[in-house]
């Protein structure tokens, strides 16, 4: 599998804003990627943690992407937070990231409990986001999530991902953030159903790039397509840019919160 040795590579090679020369990447690293995390916000986030680390109920999911490596098709709200990419660190960066950028409109695929909409919300309150969940069951769950959070501006769908995509639309997305699937094959079939519906400005947010073999060769694929600019390596999640006006340049940087802890 991918994780091992790719990990050990990052954090080799990754690095803060020192030795970034792009003045696009080098406001990310030096601002975005240093902004601090509302401090209600991580009071409340850290009650509600503890809150789903207690609920044990096992529910059925439909898995309707490449699955999960640890949990069976019975899981609990305990075990899918435990698994969720979205909490600490990354949970920040998604916040980070919506605050700097302000993205109006916001697509997720893979909705899971919702705390990655969580997120993305109270970076940018005003944004509207449409979340998409394959399981009915899990976006129930999600939905006791958005509740808690008393969240307006969230649009909840419950489709496959293919299918969703396929749906005629004209929306234009600011941010795009694909949590779900986790199949290499699948994850590029949905950046390239998606470009008819982004800017030059778009930020995709690509979750688990080191996942296994698979996803990390999509990752490469991605950071070697002309079509993409600026492409950025966080460890556990890849950025992406169209940016047709910059050189092309790919970086690994690690958050300057990476010490945070989710709980």
Not at 85 to 106: H, K, N, W
Not at 125 to 136: K, Y
Request: proline share 2%.
């Amino acid at each position: 599998m991918q994780n091992g040795r790719s990990y050990r590579s990052y954090f080799v090679r990754s690095k803060g804003r020192h030795g970034v020369h792009s003045p696009f990447v080098f406001q990310l690293a030096d601002t975005c990627l240093t902004a601090k995390v509302d401090k209600n916000f991580k009071t409340e986030r850290k009650k509600w943690f503890r809150q789903l680390t207690h609920d044990r109920h096992l529910f059925s999911i439909v898995d309707l992407g490449a699955g999960s490596k640890k949990l069976t098709q019975q899981r609990s709200v305990s075990k899918l937070l435990k698994s969720s990419s979205s909490r600490g660190v990354y949970g920040d960066v998604l916040y980070q990231l919506a605050r700097f950028y302000r993205p109006e409109t916001v697509l997720e695929l893979g909705t899971s409990l919702g705390v990655g909409t969580i997120h993305l919300k109270k970076g940018h309150p005003s944004a509207h986001i449409i979340t998409v969940e394959g399981c009915s069951e899990t976006q129930r769950r999600a939905l006791q999530s958005l509740d808690h959070w008393n969240l307006d501006g969230v649009t909840t769908i419950c489709a496959p991902f293919d299918e969703f995509l396929q749906l005629p639309a004209s929306i234009r997305y600011d941010l795009v953030f694909i949590d779900g699937n986790h199949d290499g094959k699948a994850t590029l079939y949905y950046l390239e159903s998606l470009l008819k519906q982004v800017h030059n400005e778009t930020l995709f947010i690509f979750d688990d790039i080191r996942w296994s073999d698979d996803m990390w060769q999509a990752w490469q694929q991605i950071v070697s397509d002309e079509r993409f600019h600026v492409t950025i390596d966080l460890g556990r999640m890849g950025l992406v840019w169209q940016r047709t006006q910059q050189t092309k340049e790919h970086f690994t940087l690690r958050p300057k919160i990476w010490k945070t802890k989710w709980f």
